[in-house]
């Protein structure tokens, strides 16, 4: 049957004490869970650290949810919280995973885009944390200001500003490699 | 404050913040018939729409979980749980844990071709015995109380053929309409 439970269920059903709605919950979330992880801290091994430590936090304070916003901009606040915190203790500017080429297009434009973007990977992890948290889910998870708001745990125009900011300096470093 | 870097501020007295947002987020332009023949707003928006079009290729990137995120997870988060021993078992306990019984039940109900989802939690009862709550995610159409029949039917029948543990009750509720796949 293609049809799916929704989060509200899956997470009250896990409140009540169900592992397996829990593990429906991580099945459906772990992939953005992980991809702001990586665009957060640039290296897989720490990405992968993070969401692990962050899901687990999750289900730890899962009765602390009182479904006021999304449980994805829920658990988001807990990821950028862990991935900020992850990150003071941890050197920038580690290696990324080569991005997937498209085949269709012409292979040296594939390769000068396959590099651009691993060189605005790098751009993204040098901005500052609290500007690239808000940039990551603006423009790469496509959250609205009000959803990134909640996730950050600050106001909306707050929110703005951080992405204002982002983009111009991500603008500005993008000069040494455009 | 960003908003008054005068770095920010091209020669035309325009502010590339302005431009970044008209690019980033599909706004209007503020003064259309300037940007068209200004010669640092056109160059200064061919740079941000290139870069754009690359971050949103980088948005655009397949990225997976590892496989083994989902398993690392629920090892950590599986606490211990109760169990039922079985009644008639000779020379030797056996034990079924509440977990296996609300597994066993959880697929019975799922099997049922209405149900999207169960939610199944197992409470040992007494000796060789288990209540079970299941609640259901179902699909639009069924009758509610048929399906609720069908379902605590085969539970009855199935959980103690499968596990040799009793079920002393099936607590059941349908609480939620399964939405469409997207």
Known sequence: MVVQASDRFLVAAAQAGDLHAFEALVRRHQGAVYRVALRMLGSEVDAEDAAQEALVQAWRSLSTFRGESAFSTWLYRILTNRCLKARAARHPMEALPDVLIDRDSDPAEAVAQSERLRALARGVLVLPADQRAALVLRELEGLSYEQIAQALGVTVPAVKGRIHRARLGLLKASASWR | ?182
């Open chain 2, 1 to 182: 404050m960003a908003l008054s870097d005068p770095s920010e501020l091209l020669p035309c007295g325009t502010k590339l913040g302005a431009l970044i947002t008209q690019v980033a987020e599909g706004a209007p332009a503020a003064d259309p018939a300037h940007q068209a023949k200004c010669p640092y707003c056109q160059a200064s928006l061919r740079r941000i729409r290139e870069l754009w079009s690359d971050v949103r290729a980088l948005a655009d990137e397949p990225v997976r979980a590892p496989r083994g995120l989902l398993d690392e997870v629920i090892a950590r988060v599986s606490g211990p749980a109760g169990a039922v021993t079985l009644r008639d078992a000779t020379r030797g306990r056996t034990q079924v844990s509440e977990a296996v019984l609300a597994g066993v039940a959880r697929q019975i109900a799922q099997a049922m071709p209405a149900v999207a989802f169960a939610s199944v939690l197992a409470h040992a009862a007494g000796s060789g015995t288990v209540a079970l709550r299941v609640q259901l995610v179902v699909a639009y159409g069924p009758s509610l109380p048929v399906l609720a029949t069908a379902v605590r039917e085969q539970i009855l029948t199935h959980v103690p053929r499968l596990t040799g543990v009793q079920v002393t009750e099936v607590e059941l509720s349908v609480d939620d309409l399964a939405a469409p796949d997207p």
